[in-house]
T-cell receptor
């Protein structure tokens, strides 16, 4: 299966600042997905990132808050902008591989 | 309301015992239903995948079942080990890349 390196694994940030999360895949993939997992809740898709085009955002998520870059077929970043305590969550990237989906190890973000 | 509901929310079992996790879903039709295991601090890892027409799928000590009539799936863990302590997530693949996730069942295995 594809292997995803996601970093940072965790961070504690001050409100009003921004954090950029990186995901590197060991294989070329067309689509990369970014999810948010709030405490005790299911994963929620934030956006889908294709190389060379703007990301497609799900309802409730906007580009100004969660800008995404996808410069090539193996790399993507998600930025959480102007953070507030409500943004404290685990953020995960994912790719489709074979008959399943592979996930990064997640970034645990705490906003204070 | 979530399209995928899991129960129980959490459970504690003794090492060596069996347990069964439940997943009820409302979406239909769907491409496949997956069970994932998520260790603390890790991303979800696929355990089983079943298409709409399959009834059961095993992966070692993990056995998943699917009843399309009642829209229920279960994950049975046999002879639990300490390493089975994790969150187990039921995921319904609606179409293409659209996935609907359950909130997960947290399993704690105690010696």
């Amino acid at each position: 299966s594809a292997v995803i390196s996601q970093k940072p694994s965790r961070d504690i940030c001050q409100r009003g600042t921004s954090l950029t999360i990186q995901c590197q895949v060991d294989s070329q993939v067309t689509m990369m997905f970014w999810y948010r997992q709030q405490p005790g809740q299911s994963l929620t898709l934030i956006a889908t990132a294709n190389q060379g085009s703007e990301a497609t955002y799900e309802s409730g998520f906007v580009i100004d808050k969660f800008p995404i870059s996808r410069p090539n077929l193996t790399f993507s970043t998600l930025t959480v902008s102007n953070m507030s305590p409500e943004d404290s969550s685990i953020y995960l990237c994912s790719v489709e591989w074979g008959d399943g989906y592979t996930f990064g190890s997640g970034t645990r973000l705490t906003v204070v | 309301k979530n399209q995928v509901e899991q129960s129980p929310q959490s459970l504690i079992i003794l090492e060596g015992k069996n347990c069964t996790l439940q997943c009820n879903y409302t979406v239909s039709p769907f491409s496949n239903l997956r069970w994932y295991k998520q260790d603390t601090g890790r991303g979800p890892v696929s355990l089983t995948i079943m298409t709409f027409s399959e009834n059961t799928k095993s992966n070692g000590r993990y056995t998943a079942t699917l009843d399309a009539d009642t829209k229920q799936s279960s994950l049975h863990i046999t002879a639990s080990q300490l390493s089975d302590s994790a969150s187990y997530i039921c995921v319904v693949n609606l179409n293409d890349y659209k996935l609907s996730f359950g909130a997960g069942t947290t399993v704690t295995v105690r010696a």
